[in-house]
């Protein structure tokens, strides 16, 4: 088990990381999902043994690792600039970490085999590195983090440079490959999609914290912080006041900040007195995302842009209804210091 308590780090006046604790059970994968400059990064390199803490501990199997060099960790870490080495092929790049561990030829060659048969590139051995694509570096790069068998694997955006459709490919593959091979793992990314997709649980940080940390459901359904909500990219965050009262009507949820799910609204032709509570408004915009429509709804009264999840056709100006499911609705606690 990897264990970080207290963890803090400061750059002059920026706290990077600030009294981060995270524990992470073997075998388990872990997202650390943030915007940039959010220290997730500062996380995984404090994990690495690359950037000290100023205080706080990292511990593996209860055992400290203050002092403990890099190489001595048994740590792979792989960055989104892969760093591969342009005058060797594909065998050499990936036999790296092997060779510092004076491994035999014969037993190096038979382990290069084996990864790059388990990122789909078997036969690419005497490839030279600038004839691969970006997705067959990439699979390279985490051929040779997977080679000498890490206690960890951290991955420091390992997709973020690849293009949206060659990403979206890669991570379905990641996902199975990390399941398949059951290793511990921190994944760093700012993309939701791809934590949701690759982690047991998710770490959202914000300012050098971790704000939310739960399966992917979890925080979704349950985001507990508005930036948190908001990062995710949950659109209607919404104050509420005493008595439920918003400004289109009337809400079940406790005064203070609160989401309402976009998958939350039902179209309804007439209201039913009674029935769950309603918002009606006029359509400002509509896009067309596949299996739905999504609606920026203008709630009348109030003038609050709601935006709707809805599988029927509307067209910008139309005057619609929907009712509002409470289970959909989930309070929200401001930002403590």
Not at 125 to 145: D, F, H, W
Not at 319 to 336: F, K, N
């Amino acid at each position: 088990m990897l264990t970080v308590s207290g963890a803090t780090v400061a750059f002059g006046r920026v706290q990077a990381l600030d009294r981060i604790d995270l524990e992470v059970a073997t075998g388990e994968v872990v997202a650390i999902l943030g915007p940039s400059g959010c220290g997730k990064s500062t996380l995984l390199r404090a994990v690495a043994g690359l950037q000290p803490l100023d205080t706080g501990e990292v511990r593996w199997d209860g055992q400290d690792l203050a002092g403990l060099p890099v190489h001595r960790r048994d740590f792979g870490l792989m960055f989104q600039e892969h760093a591969l080495f342009s005058h060797r092929d594909v065998a050499a790049n990936v036999a790296f970490g092997l060779r510092m561990q004076k491994i035999d030829v014969s037993a190096r060659r038979r382990r290069v085999r084996e990864v790059l048969a388990l990122v789909g590139l078997a036969g690419f051995e005497e490839r030279e590195i600038a004839t691969l694509s970006g997705g067959e570096a990439q699979r390279v790069a985490l051929a040779r983090s997977l080679a000498p068998k890490p206690q960890l694997l951290m991955l420091d955006e390992p997709l973020g440079s690849l293009d949206r459709p060659r990403r979206e490919e890669l991570t379905e593959e990641l996902r199975s490959l990390l399941r398949g091979i059951g290793m511990t793992v921190l994944h760093v990314t700012h993309d939701h999609d791809e934590a949701f997709a690759v982690g047991d649980r998710v770490a959202v940080m914000q300012s050098g914290r971790i704000a939310r940390i739960g399966t992917p459901a979890d925080i979704w359904h349950d985001p507990r912080r508005a930036e948190v909500a908001r990062f995710l990219g949950h659109a209607n965050v919404v104050t509420v006041g005493e008595s439920g009262a918003v400004p289109w009507g009337r809400l079940p949820a406790p005064a203070g900040p609160a989401v309402v799910r976009t998958d939350a609204f039902s179209r309804v032709d007439e209201p039913v007195p009674g029935a769950d509570p309603v918002v009606s408004g006029t359509v400002a915009d509509v896009r067309f995302r596949g299996d739905r429509f999504e609606l920026t709804l203008r709630t009348d009264p109030g003038d609050v842009e709601l935006v709707v999840r809805d599988p029927r056709r509307a067209a910008i100006g139309d005057r619609l209804s929907y009712a509002i499911a409470p289970a959909r609705i989930a309070s929200l606690e401001a930002y403590e210091d």
